[in-house]
């Protein structure tokens, strides 16, 4: 077998990835990926996991075929994909391998191998426009393959439904031909303190936004550089876990709590923009059941920032539709109405090159 390592120019990653040791880059968000086009008829990979809960799963489509695989615990493990047999051994390919998780874990590429015979080809062009989505457990897609408990409450489960390939997140990037940066993580609230992920330390998207790394069980965390990419569509999905352990919108409006909440996001917001000062920018929450009055707090803070291209984006059912996750069909509900909204803004949004 031929061992095609993950510096090889003819790879394409996407996703907010640790380049720092090219030979094993780093993927901690979901929708990160890597992906090739090959000639033969033997595929594999090599990737390196790090668990920090849950089981973890690689995820890959071949030839339009998805599948995934169970990762070690801790360590590297070899994965061969078997080839649909089409008696063509010179036939072209194309594979993805993508995280399907958050930072449950963290996983290393280590490279593909292919036939001996084998060559490594072109792909197309990478898509002109970006997406960023800033999210929870709902934009990374937690639980979204638990088809058949669509519209209740979550199943047990130790990992093995969560897909990111089925967020709303990635669907709608798909659907308008955008790559995706996913910046999702189950259980984050807003600000430290609140909501699910590290709790009883319960860390925020205010300490995840602009990292790589940042979960302290994989050590100290790194710094983004925004430089790196440049979307011209960002969405805030979060305000959904902030309710946990209180509910304080709910519970007083104008309370303390919610005044510094709505304080707190205003002013993440306002980095988004200093960030990405040409960008549009759509803050919304999802149709995960949830109080109304988190949405109209989203709704007062984007009336106030007074920006024409931040904008407050509400789905049909936006907060009532189900107590669990949201399942595949859920998922291409809010595609269908996030993608008409975002199409509605006309075509010069993705003509912005310095965002």
């Known amino acids: 077998m031929q061992q095609i390592l993950p510096d090889c120019t003819k790879l394409e990653y996407s996703g907010r990835i640790d380049f720092s040791n090219p030979m094993e880059p780093l993927m901690v968000y979901p929708a990160s990926y890597v992906k090739m086009r090959f000639t033969g008829n033997k595929i594999g990979f090599r990737v390196k996991n790090q668990q920090m809960y849950w089981d973890n799963y690689v995820g890959y489509i071949i030839d339009g075929s998805q599948g995934k695989r169970l990762l070690p615990l801790e360590g590297e493990t070899e994965l061969e994909i078997t080839l649909p047999d089409n008696g063509d051994d010179l036939a072209e390919h194309e594979i993805m391998v993508f995280k399907r998780m958050d930072a449950c874990h963290v996983m290393s590429f280590l490279g593909f191998f292919i036939a001996d015979y084998g060559k490594v080809l072109d792909l197309p062009e990478k898509p002109l426009r970006k997406i960023e989505v800033y999210g929870d457990s709902v934009s990374a897609g937690e639980v979204s393959e638990a088809v058949e408990y669509t519209g209740k409450e979550d199943p047990e489960h130790n990992g093995e439904y969560s897909n990111s390939w089925y967020s709303y997140?990635?669907?709608?990037?798909?659907?308008?031909?955008?790559?995706?940066?996913?910046?999702?993580?189950?259980?984050?609230?807003?600000?430290?303190?609140?909501?699910?992920?590290?709790?009883?330390?319960?860390?925020?998207?205010?300490?995840?936004?602009?990292?790589?790394?940042?979960?302290?069980?994989?050590?100290?965390?790194?710094?983004?550089?925004?430089?790196?990419?440049?979307p011209q569509v960002v969405i805030v999905a979060i305000g959904q876990n902030d309710n946990h352990p209180v509910d304080f919108m709910a519970e007083d409006f104008e309370g303390e709590m919610a005044v510094k909440w709505k304080k707190h996001y205003q002013q993440f917001v306002r980095r988004l923009r200093t960030v990405y000062p040409k960008a549009t920018i759509i803050l919304s929450t999802t149709l995960l059941q949830h109080e109304k009055a988190w949405d109209n707090a989203i709704a007062e803070v984007c009336r106030e920032l007074n920006d024409e291209n931040i904008h407050h984006f509400l789905y049909k059912r936006n907060g009532t539709a189900t107590p669990g996750h949201i399942r595949i069909g859920e998922a291409e509900e809010m595609v269908e109405e996030l993608a008409t909204f975002i199409e509605s803004l006309g075509e010069q949004i993705w003509e912005i090159t310095d965002v």
């Open 169 to 230: 997140a990635w669907m709608t990037a798909r659907k308008l031909g955008a790559n995706l940066h996913n910046i999702a993580q189950g259980g984050a609230a807003l600000m430290s303190k609140t909501g699910w992920f590290l709790e009883p330390d319960a860390m925020g998207m205010e300490e995840i936004y602009d990292k790589i790394t940042y979960h302290p069980g994989f050590g100290k965390a790194k710094a983004w550089d925004f430089s790196l990419y440049r």
